[in-house]
């Protein structure tokens, strides 16, 4: 099971990858909630995925950079931003050669850190992050003298905040990812996928380029399946290849594989008339029952460990992002 987990974490650090590239939001979500599902399984990251690891969580944290109401860590006062240039530290050293597009990222993380901070008219609290940001060496001193008359003139729309827009950070981490695919071509998974695609010959041809007729929610869902049916002939065969395969369809890593593709792909009902699972989920009241679940699994595992906390307790039809939205109604 732990070489299966590893293999599975590598493809959906490369899916992960590659949908933050392409910019496809769902998409994206989708795999962010499976790699997640994948390294809260860890009970401790083993020391050649490290990178692959951090990675991920960068790209978690950096999609939802905008968003301060989001909390990754204990600590409120830290950004979703924030908590990505923790984990952009940790690749770094990780790095055999420091190149300048790290320290370019590092920069811009910096800077975009301040400047979403300022964006939502937070300036004490983009005063208070600049002190825990830079340190008081020479190389920091001159970026941070600038950011400190920039908080002080409570202008976020001055040429430097521009010039190091968020934009480009979103720019040069598809070129930092860019370099990462190409070190992680060997990617085992990624390696039989093409082998099926290649010995499918023209079933596998048909299924991709098969014509897809009716409205776009058809098209969806065919799209949905079709990646839904690969990968469970991907996981069958790979499990076939193995002798004295541990992880068979009774292992819990097997059905946790399997849920992440059923539950997060946002499959439809087949029926024309029929309502989305997506949307069944959103009007289903909570019980006293199920948020008791929820504090006893925040007790235990912690705010922000939502997929752990899904998978050991007793909750009807729910996903880890349904915990975080529920947990923050309790809050209040």
């Known amino acids: 099971e732990a070489v299966a987990a590893e293999w599975m974490l590598e493809f959906a650090c490369s899916c992960l990858c590659r949908h933050f590239a392409e910019q496809s939001g769902a998409e994206f979500r989708r795999w ?6 994948l390294i809260n399984g860890l009970s401790e990251i083993p ?17 939802q950079g905008k968003t301060l109401g989001l909390q990754f860590e204990n600590d409120q006062r830290i950004s979703p931003l924030e908590s990505a240039l923790s984990f952009w530290t ?12 790290h320290e370019d990222i590092r920069r ?6 301040v400047a979403v901070h300022m964006e939502n008219r937070y300036f ?35 040429p430097l905040l521009q010039s190091f827009s968020y934009s480009l950070l979103i720019s040069k981490i598809k070129s930092y990812i ?23 010959g023209l079933g596998a041809t048909t299924l991709q380029k098969r014509p897809v007729e009716g409205n776009e929610d058809d098209k969806s869902y065919l799209e949905t399946e079709k990646r839904f049916v690969l990968s469970i002939i991907l996981l069958r ?17 097997f059905w946790m594989y399997i849920n992440c593709l059923l539950g997060l792909n946002n499959m439809q009902n087949v029926g024309k008339n029929e309502v989305s699972l997506t949307c069944s989920r959103r009007r289903q009241r909570w019980t006293p029952k199920e948020d008791m679940e929820l504090k006893s699994g925040v007790r235990e595992f912690g705010v922000g460990n939502w997929a752990k906390i899904l998978a050991h307790g007793d ?10 939205d529920r947990w923050r109604t309790l809050s209040k």
């Open 315 to 324: 909750f009807n039809n729910r996903t880890s992002v349904m915990l975080k």
């Open 124 to 158: 004490k609290e983009a005063a208070e992050v600049l002190e825990r940001l830079f340190t008081d060496s020479e190389s920091d001193k001159p970026l941070r003298v600038k950011l400190t008359t920039i908080i002080k003139a409570k202008d976020p729309y001055v």
């Open 108 to 113: 811009l993380i910096q800077i975009q850190i």
């Open 178 to 200: 860019e370099l990462f695919m190409k070190e992680n071509e060997t990617n085992f998974l990624m390696q039989e996928a093409r082998k099926q695609v290649v010995s499918k």
């Open 47 to 63: 020391p050649h995925q490290k990178k692959t690891v951090y990675l991920c969580q960068l790209l978690i944290r950096t999609a």
């Open 237 to 253: 065969d790979v499990l076939g290849q193995m002798q004295n395969c541990c992880l068979n369809v009774d292992s819990s890593l």
């Open 32 to 37: 962010r909630d499976v790699a997640q599902a």
């Open 90 to 101: 940790l690749i770094e050293r990780e790095e055999i050669k420091l190149e300048k597009l």
